[in-house]
């Protein structure tokens, strides 16, 4: 069952030390910044609460993953200010989630694009099934991954980054993906990836929590810089989409 709410769906259910964030959004599971806005809340309160030692990060249905940011939210950015505050979304998402004191798991049932491979990227470790494909498509409309570069480029290194973003059309398998370090484990199928998640959730929810908390500071380390660095991309990021070449694209898209 998928959302039907023009501003999205996010869902909190805390169980067992485990916290699940589903989050949801009729257009392929893409996001708005409303919907960005209390994603990153979500992580910063789960952050605090002494009732959760992990969370998993899912989406509604079983098609796409991410489809990315709004498409229509993008079309109607028309000043510098509405395209910073637009590309920030996701900017205050991956910092919430760099800084969140819980392990985030991410679980990938199908495709993710551009906004939705860096959700993936930001998480400490990802499931997915066969059908998890990625695409960074930025480029085919003026734009480039700017925000979310710094969290796929610390997953899959400059190469894969650079393979990733400079074939902004071609969809790379889940296996590329697993091969390059983005996800942990690929599953055939979503019972399967379930099963061997819940298993081992659990087993990390019952580790010491301070630990899990102080080895998470260890993987992010030197990435502090972020908290500005991600805000000047998104400002980047704005510009370029009020530029010709992209307006341009964007109506083509939109017919």
Not at 36 to 41: H, K, N, V
Not at 77 to 99: C, D, P
Not at 226 to 247: C, H, M
Request: net charge neutral; hydrophobic share 45%.
């Amino acid at each position: 069952m998928t959302t039907s709410r023009e501003n999205g769906s996010l869902y909190t259910q805390i169980n067992q030390k485990i916290a699940t964030i589903e989050f949801g959004h009729p257009a392929s599971n893409s996001f708005v910044i409303e919907l960005l806005d209390r994603l990153a809340a979500e992580f910063e309160l789960l952050s605090e609460n002494d009732a959760v030692n992990v969370i998993i990060l899912k989406s509604e249905g079983h098609k796409a993953f991410c489809a990315g940011a709004s498409f229509d939210e993008l079309v109607a950015v028309s000043t510098l200010e509405e395209g910073k505050i637009f590309f920030n979304g996701f900017a205050k998402v991956i910092n919430a989630m760099r800084n969140c004191k819980k392990v985030i798991i991410g679980r990938v049932q199908g495709k993710a694009v551009g906004g939705g491979v860096g959700l993936i990227s930001a998480c400490d470790y990802a499931f997915a099934t066969e059908s998890a494909s990625i695409r960074l498509s930025e480029l085919t409309i003026g734009i480039a991954p700017f925000v979310i570069a710094p969290a796929v480029q610390r997953k899959i290194g400059t190469a894969g980054l650079a393979e990733l973003s400079l074939s902004p059309t071609e969809w790379k398998t889940a296996y590329w993906a697993k091969e390059k370090g983005l996800y942990a484990k690929v599953f055939e199928g979503l019972s399967d990836l379930d099963k061997d998640l819940e298993f081992f959730a659990s087993n990390l929810a019952n580790y010491n929590p301070q630990a899990l908390t102080e080895w998470k500071k260890i993987l992010w380390e030197n990435t502090e810089h972020w908290a500005t660095l991600l805000p000047e991309r998104a400002a980047i990021t704005g510009k370029l989409a009020l530029s010709e070449f992209t307006k341009n694209a964007l109506e083509k898209f939109k017919k």
